[in-house]
């Protein structure tokens, strides 16, 4: 069923990094998007402001979805007694969170369902981030054979799909195609230990991919940075 | 890695229902058990009370989750202006929570990676709950796989097993099943719409459902009814 809206709804995942507006900003072009956000005591709280003004702007509606504390305990992102470490590691990062991005999907399901959307979108990207299981391509094939099952609306013949747009892309040309749709980067947050007002650290590894996205993609890096 | 504990570990999603009581006290017999149970504003918080009374005798841990309670809203089970069916309905119930058995099974994922558990035990049945997709034994396995997909301990060789004993049995074989290994289903509370002393309506699906199966088990029914 279509919404008074012209265009179908989908749900968008948000976290508020560059990625994730990207694929915002992807989805706006031919969806009326819902973006989807989370607060689970991450560090970086100030994502989720981010996430709010990117929503704004770009999506018709924004749900911050809360999950337990507890859940997703166990990794860097959420226990602060692990240190976020500030060259890449081998094997499988410590940044990486217990099934987190199974737990997403299943959420922006529950959420699609119920606003009759067929479409789900979410920025993983199997290029920079190829420790995470949960990022890769097969991973999102998966989920969404397993949605396909899952659903009142798949059961009467709904399609449910993934969308992962930025997984096989690099840094530098996803924030060239952020560039081409116009989406003003100065809004998002990329940083695993962002400061109150949003500032980057400049060394985890996010920030390092991010900065040199910037540099191979000739783009001006609007980060603002605690230390350079 | 194995615990202390000659078991291995495994996660029981456990409702306070006659359902997963049986799947607990089966999974009771060959693992150290960890419950996870989930408050979601749901209309029978008696049967979260019923949880832990269970978990205490036949768990080792007790995990209860909180859900965002905007999210599983829109079904009978959750929306308390949506009135609770006195008799079963053509093709997928009223009560349907959208994608709740995904919910459920993603944040088990997440408990069994962080307590290196490879064994996941969920008590969906396709008998009596046939209107519900996320009942079917094509969807556990469609999670089974993704499962197998989605995490740290998968990537390294771990193989997640999705258990659902009871998906094809009669409630009368789930209660012999219960009674044999000698479960106190008066612990248990099933009612969609039990009052606070956890007594049930008597009149609900899964009330009718409940006595049908203790009449046809011939075995003494020890559910407290608010009327008969």
Redesign the interface.
């Known amino acids: 069923m279509m919404s008074q809206s012209a265009k179908p709804k989908a749900v968008v995942l948000l976290s508020g990094g560059l990625d994730s507006a990207t694929v915002l900003t992807i989805a706006a072009q031919q969806y009326d998007c819902i973006a989807v956000s989370f607060d689970y005591h991450q560090r970086h709280a100030s994502e989720l402001n981010a996430a709010r003004r990117l929503a704004q702007r770009y999506a018709s509606e924004h ?1 911050v ?4 504390a ?5 990794s860097a992102l959420t226990d602060h007694t692990i240190k976020v470490p500030e060259q890449s590691e081998e094997g ?1 990062p410590v940044t ?1 969170v ?6 997403f ?3 922006a ?3 699609a ?2 606003a009759d959307a067929n479409d789900i979108f979410i920025g993983v990207n199997a290029v920079d981030y190829s420790g995470y ?2 990022c ?1 391509p ?2 999102i094939e ?2 969404q ?3 396909n ?4 609306a ?2 009467e013949g709904a399609q449910v799909r993934i969308h992962a747009p930025l997984i096989t892309l690099s840094k530098a040309d996803i924030i060239r195609r952020g560039v081409e749709l116009g989406l003003d980067f100065g809004l998002t947050v990329s940083c695993y230990q962002a400061d109150e007002q949003g500032r980057a650290c400049g060394v985890c590894d996010s920030c390092r991919f991010r900065r040199a996205g910037f540099e191979q993609a000739g783009v001006a890096d609007p980060t603002r940075y605690q230390r350079r």
Chains 1, 2 share one sequence.
């Not at 217990?98 to 737990?103: D, G, K, Q, S, W």
């Open positions: 749900r979805i809360h999950l337990d507890g859940v997703l305990a166990g499988i990486y217990p099934a987190r991005n199974t737990v999907l299943a959420h399901l529950v959420v369902e119920v299981p949960d890769r097969e991973f998966a989920f054979a397993m949605a099952l899952a659903t009142r798949a059961v």
